[in-house]
């Protein structure tokens, strides 16, 4: 799938993979809040989604780091995107 359709999937709670990944390393996604605010999920929901690289089940390595993890262009233009079971 195209990565926008995948980016859809991710929306809606499913994970997903690029083939050139290693086997256990996907993306997903969560909504973060703020500590001491009270808000509903739909608010936090409005504020956006955060997107996180794992690797197992745990954040990647490269999520970690003191850069801000980036995401190849080719890679977003690929579409041969899947969703992970």
């Known amino acids: 799938m ?7 999937a991710l929306r809606y709670g499913a994970k997903i993979r ?3 990944f290693d086997d256990d390393v996907y993306f997903m996604g969560c909504y973060v809040s703020l500590i001491g605010v009270k808000e509903s ?4 929901k409005a504020r ?3 997107i996180v690289k794992m ?5 990647h390595p490269e999520m970690l780091g003191p850069t801000v993890p980036t995401l190849n262009l080719f890679l977003v233009m ?3 995107w899947e969703t992970v079971k």
């Open 2 to 8: 195209k990565f926008e359709e995948a980016l859809d």
């Open 18 to 20: 690029h083939p050139s």
């Open 41 to 44: 999920f739909e608010e936090t």
């Open 48 to 50: 956006g989604m955060s």
């Open 55 to 59: 690797k197992g089940d745990k954040q």
């Open 78 to 80: 690929a579409d041969n």
